[in-house]
């Protein structure tokens, strides 16, 4: 286990020793860290009394209690009559967003630039956090990365195996697309850098550097500095969020109100909360995002204790299940009446890599857009650039040159329904899907990978915890798979450990058998590391699935970097169950 190596670097300030990088060094240092250091003072107190009050709320789910609607008299302000701030004009087009690790240099010139068939997204996410793990390493390179997109002189060099540049990928800073960053989530420390002997919270880190960086020179530009903040639960979260961004406002100069973000609504609490939580913003406010993979990731979290909320396979859970459809029209409506953007969820799509394939993978990205354009969205995100065109066309039949659907508001009861309903189908394959997801994703996770393409899908931390914390569910509850689905050898139909166990060790063969079959050509040597990663990615997912009680989150805090002088055991790529918010 790596052990914090204090370097002093003045003012309360001390970093990890092996994490003073030249990077660090060239990036952490006078202003920027100021500005971190007067933020942590400032909010840290707060951060940590509100993830304690996630702690609470959660015993009170596992005790019998379902989350619900505020009455209104809790916060009437927001039941009031008001509108979130004008919003700029660039922020006014927005119908399809793309998004990845902010980390990946050649992945950012890509979401930044268009396709070989000319098409280009509305707007770029570049993500620290479902997409990228946080290692020290990728969080200095993405803020590196962020600092070279809006100069618009971002590089990235394809080398050959002798070294050799097979092509260079360039921005065209005339010709890119609204740019934006999604910050780390409430619950996630920096381990690497300390203010007072506490860790400072990893999207505070994120968005003091990001915004210290690059907020002025994008006015300069006349663009609008534009975040993404992830995983609030409540409305006093959000309103800790607006704290931090006027505070660095001050900080940096800027007007209040200066820069904007949208709010994932991506929690089964913050569903309840949406009006709420757009209020407490409202001078920072572009909009809401209905991240539905998160969200059905936090359905089956609150509610693990519930028999009667127990969910179906995952691949059955979409915009087709009634509390999934009407949480997304709540968020059109909440976010219209106030004149803010509603955007919609991810096509996960990798392309196939045959034609029929494609095609089936884009009529279902179709599909999914015609309905989010359809109810009302102004928008949708992919993860590939190769769907941007085909989920672009539904918004621009549906908008008819219209820039956004600002004026549509969804006909629904005043409180409608959002909670998840336990319903099948639970069937082995489903059980199989989820161990298949939590070994590749342990693999990617384990080479500091934050998503990875895999049986056509791109697999990143959401969906990753959606497996874990399903195989978690079925377990608690003893689920017994439906009847057609084959029962496993030596197990039956019961979901046991011993059952999870037996797929696990199951599927890791299968996989192996795909690795060898993919790497034939390769050199032996090759093909054993390969081998023993997923090996150790399989034992490492089984352990986590297997855990109880269930962590909240994979992770709560970025793993320190590894000491040169360490041995192997340093490095701890899998966060312990131990830890807690």
Known sequence: MTVFEPLALGNGVTIHAPACTD????????????????????????????????????????????????????????????????????????????????????????????????????AAMLDFEDSMKPSWANVMAGIENVMGAVRGDLTYTKLGPDGEALKVYRLNP??????????????????????DDQPVSGGLFDFALTAYYTARALLKQGKTPKFYVPKVEHYLEARWWSRLFSLTEQALGLDHGTIKATFLIETLPAAFQMEEILYEF??????????????????????????????????????????????????????????????????????????????QQTAKVVADKEFEAGIGHDGCWVSHPYFIGPAMQPFLDKLDGDDNQLDVIPDLPAQPDLLPKGTGPRTLDGLRTNVRVGIAY???????????????????????????????????HLVTLDPGSEPLAGCGALVTP??????FAEETETI?????????????????????????????????????PMRPFLSLASDLVPSVHAGDGARTSVPSSSVTA
């Open 512 to 548: 192996l058998d795909e690795i060898r079959e993919a790497m034939e050509a390769a050199p032996m040597a090759a093909i054993h590391r390969e081998v023993a990663a997923y090996r150790r990615a399989a034992d490492e997912a089984e352990a986590i699935f297997l855990e109880r």
């Open 282 to 359: 409202r001078e920072h406010a572009a909009g809401l995002n209905g991240g539905r993979w998160d969200k059905i990731f936090s359905d089956i979290k609150c509610l693990q204790a519930h028999p009667d909320r127990v969910l179906a396979d995952r691949a059955t859970i979409g915009m087709n299940r009634p509390w999934m459809a009407d949480y997304a029209k709540q968020l059109i409506r909440v976010c219209h009446a106030r004149g803010a953007f509603a955007m919609g969820g991810m096509a996960a799509f990798t392309p196939g890599r045959d034609p029929a394939a494609r095609e």
């Open 174 to 195: 005339d010709d890119m697309p609204l740019l934006m960053v999604r910050v780390r989530g409430l619950h996630l420390d920096e381990s690497n850098i300390r203010v």
């Open 23 to 122: 990077t660090a060094r060239r990036l952490v240092h006078n202003g920027a860290l100021d500005l971190v250091v007067r933020l942590h003072r400032a909010l840290n107190a707060e951060r940590r009394h509100l993830l304690a009050a996630r702690v609470e709320r959660q015993k009170d789910y596992d005790a019998g209690i379902l989350p619900g609607f505020l009455p209104d008299e809790e916060h009437p302000a927001a039941h009031g009559d008001w509108q979130i701030a004008p919003l700029p004009n660039d922020l006014l087009r927005r119908r399809v967003e793309i998004t990845g690790p902010v980390s990946d240099t050649k992945m950012v010139i890509n979401m930044l630039s268009r396709t070989a068939g000319g098409q280009r997204a509305d």
């Open 442 to 476: 342990l693999k990617g996770w384990n080479e500091d990978i934050g998503c990875v393409a895999w049986d056509d899908l791109m697999e990143d931390l959401a969906t990753l915890e959606i497996s874990r914390a399903q195989v978690g569910q079925w377990l608690r």
């Open 498 to 503: 011993e059952c999870v166990r037996r797929v």
